[in-house]
């Protein structure tokens, strides 16, 4: 889906990591950053460049979109730019009918890990499921098991791992945690650390509890998402709207999830064939002046 | 929709209500239940003879589907078949954005409950949303205390009130209650009595506390119907899936309500294009048999 268009591919890359500002401040927007999904015409380096430019703090990168050269190049790319890479999407997808697909799946999850840490990556997303019987319940103790030794391999890496409380519609192709208390409970069994949660106002808003669940996130939470609810939804998949169109109190979301004491990105994760189609240099210009309605 | 089909109009209606069984059982296929919605090819009273002739237990109705001569007809005829009225479809949609409209969709409320009155209805449905702003909260209070308003109406003609928890992905466009907690919470506010819960496995399978949710419904549960979860769903209103196709453990969510002390019919609402455009003799018999697989 990359367009090609007229951007510098040959970024310098030499600047030393230390001197790189967290986030990028020149041109500001606060805590805004851009999941790459939202604008897949741009390549990864695309991405990071137009990101840069348009002022954003973070990206979000995908791991089936990084080019030849990988993390490496693309983790180069974001701290020569002085960008910030706010999420890994993503790893997960643990369960399998045996034991020789846990073990495959166990593997790709490590290169995962190794992908995230050589992004610096704030987090590493994990898509919790789906389970491979009726058997939710033990799709959960799956996840949870497989989390886990995940964990063991992520901790010395440096690399934290998001459970993702995924919207309850995907419950049955993508994810059995679908909550976000279920989705603490699975971080904090992992008593030795490493493990929190990232909260996505698409799979989150409609909890009548969310007040409560928002408090009892405290933290634990690595990162935010943002997409808004479009009323009734066009597509199962890809029908998230943009920041503003919908139905969800984002600003509320946001004050709700700083009150747990995160403070980090903000990161715009939007699903839509329409957005899809648009620009991706305008995208981020509607994305920021939604933003500083709706969110700032 | 309806489709003309060879059957007789003329049904006599002139038994004595005292004297007709509350559930047909001459060709008992237990507590299974057809919800009207499932074969929309059929006329009300098409439906009711189709579903007396197959030996299904009960019939829960639309009231957009009922033809002249309304409830009342429908209640005779009904009847007179010996088949019961497991629901009426559906009151509720109480918020408006002002006091006029509000008004106007108790009386509608109103009516509805006149109308289960007529058919004997075990419940009427409520659909308890949308919210007309972002503020679900409100909502959520909106549709709280027209609950309790409509229940004074209801008590008095012995209409049990059913509050629906919907699946969250309808949360934008048609119930801000999608929990069975939440659910319980708003008929239990209602000290006076007369309002209970329906549990839907489609909207319900996913919750990660459904037997403890479940164990809580314990004395309110006024109904129960079943559809299967399709994954990945294929439309988000009209892709409910037949028993069994799907990714619901449909027994153990019997199981769980009938532990609840409900030992009423269990009502298949099947919203699905390929099931609409089946014969509605045909789709009865898969039903049957489907029930017997996976359910009963």
Same mark, same amino acid.
């Given at each position: 889906?990359?367009?090609?268009?007229?951007?510098? +591919?040959?970024?310098?890359?030499?600047?030393?990591?230390?001197?790189?500002?967290?986030?990028?401040?020149?041109?500001?927007?606060?805590?805004? @950053?851009?999941?790459?999904?939202?604008?897949?015409?741009?390549?990864?380096?695309?991405?990071? %460049?137009?990101?840069?430019?348009?002022?954003?703090?973070?990206?979000?990168?995908?791991?089936?979109?990084?080019?030849?050269?990988?993390?490496?190049?693309?983790?180069?790319?974001?701290?020569?730019?002085?960008?910030?890479?706010?999420?890994?999407?993503?790893?997960?997808?643990?369960?399998?009918?045996?034991?020789?697909?846990?073990?495959?799946?166990?593997?790709?999850?490590?290169?995962?890990?190794?992908?995230? @840490?050589?992004?610096?990556?704030?987090?590493?997303?994990?898509?919790?499921?789906?389970?491979?019987?009726?058997?939710?319940?033990?799709?959960?103790?799956?996840?949870?098991?497989?989390? @886990?030794?995940?964990?063991? &391999?992520?901790?010395?890496?440096?690399?934290?791992?998001?459970?993702?409380?995924?919207?309850?519609?995907?419950?049955?192709?993508?994810?059995?945690?679908?909550?976000?208390?279920?989705?603490?409970?699975?971080?904090?069994?992992?008593? %030795?650390?490493?493990?929190?949660?990232?909260?996505?106002? &698409?799979?989150?808003?409609?909890?009548?509890?969310?007040?409560?669940?928002?408090?009892?996130?405290?933290?634990? +939470?690595?990162?935010?998402?943002?997409?808004?609810?479009?009323?009734?939804?066009?597509?199962?998949?890809?029908?998230?709207?943009?920041?503003?169109?919908?139905?969800?109190?984002?600003?509320?979301?946001?004050?709700?999830?700083?009150?747990?004491? &995160?403070?980090?990105?903000?990161?715009?994760?939007?699903?839509?064939?329409? +957005?899809?189609?648009?620009?991706?240099?305008?995208?981020? @210009? +509607?994305?920021?002046?939604? &933003?500083? %309605?709706?969110?700032?």
């Amino acid at each position: 889906m990359s367009t090609p268009v007229d951007v510098p +591919v040959d970024v310098p890359v030499d600047v030393p990591e230390q001197a790189v500002p967290r986030t990028s401040r020149s041109r500001s927007l606060g805590r805004l @950053a851009m999941n790459q999904a939202t604008v897949p015409r741009w390549s990864t380096a695309e991405a990071i %460049e137009g990101c840069t430019r348009a002022g954003y703090a973070a990206i979000g990168l995908w791991r089936d979109r990084l080019e030849p050269g990988g993390a490496k190049r693309a983790g180069e790319l974001a701290r020569a730019a002085g960008l910030a890479v706010s999420s890994l999407c993503r790893g997960g997808w643990f369960c399998a009918p045996d034991a020789a697909g846990r073990r495959e799946r166990a593997a790709d999850n490590r290169r995962a890990v190794d992908e995230a @840490a050589e992004l610096d990556a704030a987090m590493l997303v994990l898509v919790c499921g789906p389970a491979t019987t009726r058997d939710l319940e033990a799709g959960r103790r799956e996840v949870s098991d497989a989390v @886990a030794e995940l964990a063991e &391999y992520a901790r010395p890496a440096g690399v934290p791992l998001a459970v993702e409380p995924m919207h309850p519609m995907y419950c049955g192709d993508r994810s059995v945690v679908v909550t976000l208390p279920q989705a603490l409970r699975i971080a904090r069994s992992v008593v %030795e650390g490493g493990v929190g949660v990232v909260l996505d106002s &698409y799979h989150l808003w409609w909890d009548p509890d969310l007040t409560a669940s928002m408090a009892g996130a405290a933290s634990s +939470v690595l990162g935010v998402q943002l997409a808004d609810w479009l009323a009734p939804p066009p597509h199962p998949l890809e029908g998230r709207g943009m920041l503003g169109d919908g139905t969800i109190e984002l600003r509320r979301f946001v004050e709700l999830a700083d009150a747990t004491g &995160y403070a980090g990105p903000l990161e715009v994760e939007i699903f839509n064939r329409e +957005v899809w189609r648009a620009d991706p240099t305008e995208t981020l @210009a +509607v994305v920021a002046r939604r &933003y500083a %309605e709706h969110v700032a």
